[in-house]
Each structure stands twice: as C-alpha cells, then as structure tokens.
C-alpha cells in the first residue's frame, strides 16, 4: 500500500481580485528632478556685465584721444615773409600712427559690443570669450604702440633735447601741447582698460 503525503497551500483571494479590478502590473513611477543652476553662473554673469562696462569706457577714451589728436593744429599769429609758424599733428608721422591706431581700437571695440551682450545672456559660452580676449589682446597692442611712440614726441616737445639741439616747442605751441598731451593720457586709460579686459576674459575662462 503506497501513501503519499502531499501539501496543499490556499491563497485567499482579495475583495479587489474577487471582482476582477485588481492590476495585473504595477503602475510605473515617475521621478521628476530639478536643474541644479551652475554654481558659476551668477560669477560669470557678473564679469560680462562689467566687461561691457569696461567696453563703453575704452571706447569714450579711444574715440577721445583719437579726436583730439587729429583735430590739433595751431598756427601762431606772427610770421615772416617766408616762414608761417605752424604746429599739426600730421606734421609727425608718430601722431598719425597714433590717430589711426586709436582709432582702430575704437571702431573694434563698437563692433565687440554685440559679443559682449551675448555673453551677458550666456555666460557659459566659451568661444565668445576667447575670441574677445584674443582681439583684444590684438587691440592692446596697437593702442600701446600708438601711446607710447606719441608720448615720445610730447615729451620732446616739452623738453627738448640738447644732445641733438632739439628744442622744446611748446613755450610758443601751448595749446597744441596741451591737446597732444591731453589725447595721450586718454590713450593710456585705454590701454589700462584694455588690460582690466584681457584679465577678465581670462579670469572667466579659467574658471569655466
């Protein structure tokens, strides 16, 4: 006589079973997230904002000194039957070098605007910014090389030079000393924003 043993297992069933209203799968979850903003992003929009400031500045000082040097020239009131005593900027090759250096800087720095804005909205825009710093890097340059070979000529103007019996002009061309004079120190403030340029483009690269 052969017994076997045999388990039965019963599973009540459920009032939601029982009528056929019971899932057959589980309802999907649904995780939502929220973006994180950059931990930069504020920082970064901050230095666009000056650098457009910056900008405005640098082109009311190139657009000054550019002006003001190509618009010097006096003529003293006494003159013989020869001679007329007369003082303008394109007499010296180093201020036209300076007018048209200026002034290229100037007309740049107009064009650089419109970058400059966008990195305002978009910070994180990386090649913006390095085509600026690369420009004006270009544009720093050109306007140091201008200041600095008028400022040679100013100085000599007020000084003179008695090893090659220069003398000084500027006793009798006061005015005409004072506007070259006046343009050159416009023309540093601008290389001194255009440094402050430079360092902020770099600054915000490096920190990207």
Same mark, same amino acid.
């Not at 090759?93 to 720095?109: D, E, H, N, Q, R």
């Not at 994180?124 to 201008?146: K, P, S, W």
């Not at 061309?173 to 402050?196: H, K, P, R």
């Given at each position: 006589?052969?017994?076997?043993?045999?388990?039965?297992?019963?599973?009540?069933?459920?009032?939601?079973?029982?009528?056929?209203?019971?899932?057959?799968?589980?309802?999907?979850?649904?995780?939502?997230?929220?973006?994180?903003?950059?931990?930069?992003?504020?920082?970064?929009?901050?230095?666009?904002?000056?650098?457009?400031?910056?900008r405005l500045a640098a082109i009311a000082a190139t657009l000054a000194a550019a002006t003001t040097m190509g618009t010097t020239d006096e003529t003293l009131p006494f003159f013989t039957q020869y001679f007329q005593f007369q003082a303008s900027f394109d007499d010296l090759p180093a201020f036209l070098f300076f007018v048209v250096a200026?002034?290229?800087?100037?007309?740049?720095? !107009?064009?650089?605007?419109? #970058?400059?804005? &966008?990195?305002? +909205?978009?910070?994180? @825009?990386?090649?913006?910014? *390095?085509? =600026?710093?690369?420009?004006?890097?270009?544009?720093?340059?050109?306007?140091?090389?201008?200041?600095?070979?008028?400022?040679?000529?100013?100085?000599?103007?007020?000084?003179?030079?008695?090893?090659?019996?220069?003398?000084?002009?500027?006793?009798?061309?006061?005015?005409?000393?004072?506007?070259?004079?006046? !343009?050159?120190?416009?023309? #540093?403030?601008? &290389?001194?924003? +255009?440094?402050?340029? @430079?360092?902020?483009?770099? *600054?915000? =690269?490096?920190?990207?």
């Amino acid at each position: 006589m052969n017994s076997s043993n045999s388990t039965t297992i019963h599973v009540s069933e459920t009032k939601a079973e029982a009528k056929g209203k019971a899932p057959l799968i589980a309802a999907p979850i649904v995780a939502t997230t929220k973006a994180t903003p950059h931990p930069n992003a504020g920082w970064k929009k901050g230095a666009a904002i000056f650098d457009f400031l910056l900008r405005l500045a640098a082109i009311a000082a190139t657009l000054a000194a550019a002006t003001t040097m190509g618009t010097t020239d006096e003529t003293l009131p006494f003159f013989t039957q020869y001679f007329q005593f007369q003082a303008s900027f394109d007499d010296l090759p180093a201020f036209l070098f300076f007018v048209v250096a200026t002034a290229i800087a100037s007309g740049y720095l !107009a064009l650089s605007l419109p #970058f400059s804005l &966008v990195s305002i +909205f978009r910070p994180h @825009v990386q090649r913006i910014r *390095l085509l =600026l710093i690369i420009c004006d890097t270009v544009a720093l340059a050109l306007t140091t090389a201008g200041a600095a070979s008028a400022t040679a000529i100013v100085y000599l103007a007020h000084n003179g030079n008695t090893s090659a019996n220069w003398i000084a002009i500027c006793q009798q061309f006061a005015d005409f000393c004072q506007s070259v004079s006046g !343009a050159v120190v416009a023309s #540093f403030i601008a &290389v001194v924003l +255009f440094m402050l340029l @430079v360092m902020m483009s770099a *600054l915000a =690269l490096r920190k990207h």
